[in-house]
């Protein structure tokens, strides 16, 4: 009998397992690959996500972003760019990233048991039940951290279908090598629609991909060729990935009685950048500090984790669907916005080093295009 079984040691579960552990209580972390294990992912950690990290993770960090510059496809537009003076992502190997938080989640005391993979989820009145591939073990309460395709939430009658994107990735030698690349991304709008494609270097490899935040879209797979082409990659010869996006900002439950969902198993990923890996570590810890809450007064019915997540998390991201719902229906109009109102991305990249939020991106939207309009708009 644990205190606490968290499923999956990604960013949320680590986050969650690592606070836990901290605070003394018996923490069970439940993974089923062997770390470090590879992760479809761009490996971009905003500045914003750092809140959140409990560890000195420069030691696997491969590269820190100044940089952005923006391309449009298939647009007679000008490629603009926007540099910082201080770090706007951390670009990250997920297989070292997630190794590292899950030694730092067994440093504090939990107990962190890999290649054990979750087969099913009993939810009763008194405790929680989980079988894995090897043995039965107890709690009093269960976070779910098991990522977009886990099974928690599918078991325990949380899950939201068709609320996810998809995204395409390959880990890539560039012809030119990646020197030329360093502190700087690339991002391609305008291809797909209602998304785009990316190049972050690390220290050796660039992470290439091409993802769309709205579900069930047609393949852009001929796309996703074209764009790897444009920077020399063949993609016929890579070894390509595609793991799904669940959009945050719907209407969704996170919890139930002893059960919490953190990071992508509660569908918390940005619905206008992709961006997921804050969102999981915010989520972990806050799944964290309600189950400390609930076996400090014995009360497991959780209901303030729901409040916790909307309020923190779900919120800016419900705002963050209405604004992807506008710019990516205007791909022309924004790729001259960015010129003549260079204020747009900064407010945006700030927003990523977590100097804004949400609603100031909101605001200026409604400055930019009038308050009737950006309401009538961010409605779809
Ligand atoms: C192509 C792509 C690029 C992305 N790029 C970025 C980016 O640059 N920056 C960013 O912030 N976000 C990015 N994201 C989103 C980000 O990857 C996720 O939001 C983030 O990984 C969520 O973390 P998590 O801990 O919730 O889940 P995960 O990282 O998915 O971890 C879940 C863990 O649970 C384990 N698990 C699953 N099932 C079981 C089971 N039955 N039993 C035990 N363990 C289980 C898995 O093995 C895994 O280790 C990207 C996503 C994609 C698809």
Redesign the pocket.
Known sequence: MYDCIV???????CAAASRLAKAGVRVLV????CLP?Y????????RR?LRWLDVDFMPVVEDIILKVRIQWANQDAEPVEYQSDTPIAYLVM?SRF?KLLAEQAAAFGAEVHEG????SVQVTEDFVEVR?NRSVYRAEVLIG???????TARQTGLYVPRASGI???IEAQLPGGIESWQTTVLVSYGVPEQGYAWL?PKAQLASI?M?TFVPCRRSFLPEFGKFTASLGVDLEKQHLKA???PLGGIDRRFCRPRVML????AGL?DPLS???????LHS?SLAADHALAALKAGDFSMASYQTAVEEAINYQLRTARRLSAIFYSFPQFFSRLFVVRPEVLQWYFELVQGRREYRDMWDLAKQVLGPSRVFNLGKS
């Open positions: 499923v999956g040691a990604g960013p949320a579960g439940l993974e089923k690959e294990r992760k479809t992912c761009a490996g971009a950690v905003s996500a997920r997630d054990e993979a979750v087969k894995s951290a098991d990522g977009a395709v886990g099974i995204a395409f990735e972050f991909g993802g793991h799904p996006i953190a990071g992508d198993a990923t992709g961006e997921g890996i804050a969102h999981a972990g």
